[in-house]
């Protein structure tokens, strides 16, 4: 097992790592729109969904995959009404390979963002 840190996402909040990888699978902790630095990505859903995506890059480049080796994806989000924008977002990062995903509406997320994605990949 081995554990994935890379300062191109934001750091743990708190007793976890940013992903894990086990034999070829990455496990990514679910990713929420801060920067690098810890910021809060303020605006819309689509400005959140897009740092999430940048973070997620950021892991799973770490882990010596990408989005095109993801085969599992959940996407927890705040309002269900927001589906259809982060849908689009989504469908920027995942073009030609579409991997299986869950959405759930959640109550509330950490630091009240408007959505959180975790990811399963192969490494490449």
Sequence with gaps: MKTIQTDLAPAAIGPYSQGIVVNNLFFSSGQIPLTKNGDL??????????QVFQNLKAVLEEAGSSF???V????????????????????EYF?????????????RLPKDVKLEIEVIALIN
């Design 68 to 70: 095109e080796s993801v």
């Design 41 to 50: 990505i303020e605006g819309d859903v689509k400005d959140q969904a897009h």
């Design 95 to 107: 073009k030609a390979h579409k991997p299986a995903r869950s959405c759930v509406e959640v109550a």
């Design 72 to 91: 599992k994806a959940t996407v927890f989000i705040k309002d269900m009404n927001d589906f259809g924008a982060i849908n689009e977002v989504y469908g």
